[in-house]
């Protein structure tokens, strides 16, 4: 027995078991397009800023060298943390509406249509 969603204001919207929707190969095929692109990125993005905090922390010499006039490595790979994670929304933004949101609007279509839902069964 699933978890299913009530109409809320008697709109002739039909109940969706969400359990079942999840077990289907359409959304696990979702998930994993997702999965494989966020969690790879993640833990690449997260050890980029544990290195840059660890060498804030004890690589000091390097850290300070002096790269253009009072401007040092710290600063500029300081600021390329901002420019990374502008970049890597950028990347999920432009792959989600490439890979993504088709899928999942396909998979709201057929939830939101009972006739869709009983052909796609």
Same mark, same amino acid.
């Given at each position: 027995? &699933?978890? *299913? =969603?009530?109409?809320? $204001? &008697? ?9 079942? #929707?999840? +077990? ?13 692109? #966020?969690?790879?990125? +993640? ?9 840059? #905090?660890?060498? *804030? $922390?004890? +690589? ?6 002096? #790269? ?14 901002? %420019?990374?994670?502008? =970049?890597?929304?950028?990347?999920? %933004?432009?792959? =989600?509406?490439?890979?993504? $949101?088709?899928? +999942? ?7 939101? $249509? ?8």
């Amino acid at each position: 027995m &699933g978890t *299913a =969603a009530q109409p809320a $204001d &008697g709109n002739n919207q039909p109940e969706v078991d969400f359990e079942e #929707v999840q +077990a289907t190969k359409e959304f696990q095929s979702l998930r994993r397009k997702h999965r494989s692109f #966020v969690f790879p990125l +993640a833990l690449g993005f997260l050890l980029w800023y544990f290195l840059y #905090v660890l060498l *804030a $922390d004890y +690589a000091h010499d390097f850290m300070s060298t002096k #790269v253009i006039g009072s401007i040092n490595i710290g600063l500029i790979l300081g600021l390329l943390q901002f %420019v990374s994670t502008f =970049a890597i929304t950028t990347w999920y %933004v432009s792959y =989600a509406n490439r890979k993504l $949101d088709p899928e +999942a609007t396909a998979l709201r279509h057929r939830l939101e $249509d009972p006739t869709l839902s009983k052909e796609g069964a």
